[in-house]
């Protein structure tokens, strides 16, 4: 079992460029986040989607957009990349039933450079 | 919205206690996570409080007090392992993670 896997694993990319981070689970988990991790702010949920077919926005979601066609992808695209993009990108999923732990499991993360 | 504070960095020598406090503002807290995260990878679930009280997990321990908007883990018995990044993590009622900025643990021989 895979668990969350995340497609490039570093990626440079030059500034006004378009670019989709892939992520797959094989978990069956109905809920899909993506984050950012920048050095001493911590991780920032950029989008979310609590089930097929639907999505939602977080914390810092400017720039980015997503798509949830199937229980398992969750591509996360920058439709014109700026250097403020520069980020460690981490996918993770959680059954999303309510009630209970419903721990979030990660990807190993996309590292990314807009130069 | 949430706001959570952890101190940045501890330093800890091998076979001791080091305990990570983490405190909370929340508009509806729904239950406090803490991460391991090494360097270059990806985090790692350690444990879940959703009532006040201690919860156990071999050499890690997470105190919650709703009340007071804290948690702590606790870290016993230091391995060299443990040298890495501790993330405290709050849900809100829509079940999204707010993270802290998380405390680098060192341990040192």
């Known amino acids: 079992i895979a668990g969350i896997t995340q497609a490039p694993t570093s990626q440079i990319l030059a500034a006004g460029r378009r670019m989709t981070l892939r992520c797959t689970q094989d978990?069956?988990?109905?809920?899909m986040y993506w984050y950012r991790q920048d050095l001493g702010l911590g991780l920032r949920l950029i989008h979310y989607?609590?089930?097929?077919?639907?999505?939602g926005k977080g914390e810092v979601p400017d720039g980015y957009s997503v798509s949830r066609a199937n229980t398992d992808d969750f591509p996360l695209t920058l439709a014109s990349a700026v250097p403020s993009q520069t980020s460690v990108y981490f996918c993770?999923?959680?059954?999303?039933?309510?009630?209970?732990?419903?721990?979030?499991?990660f990807g190993p993360g996309t590292r990314l450079t807009v130069l | 919205g949430q706001n959570i504070d952890q101190p940045t960095e501890m330093t800890a020598t091998e076979g001791a206690i080091v305990q990570i406090n983490c405190t909370y503002q929340?508009?509806?807290?729904?239950?406090l996570f803490w991460y391991q995260q090494h360097a270059g990878e990806a985090p790692t679930f350690l444990s879940y409080?959703?009532?006040?009280g201690l919860e156990e997990k071999g050499r890690f321990s997470s105190f919650l007090s709703r009340s007071k908007g804290y948690s702590y883990l606790l870290l016993k018995e230091l391995q060299m392992k443990d040298s890495a990044s501790y993330l405290c993590?709050?849900?809100?009622?829509?079940?999204?993670?707010?993270f802290g900025a998380g405390t680098t643990v060192t341990v040192r021989a």
């Open positions: 993770a999923s959680s059954g999303g039933l309510a009630g209970g732990s419903d721990t979030q499991y």
């Open positions: 978990m069956r988990h109905n809920a």
């Open positions: 989607s609590n089930t097929a077919g639907t999505t």
């Open positions: 929340t508009s509806g807290f729904n239950g």
């Open positions: 409080n959703v009532l006040d």
């Open positions: 993590a709050v849900r809100d009622r829509d079940y999204k993670l707010s």
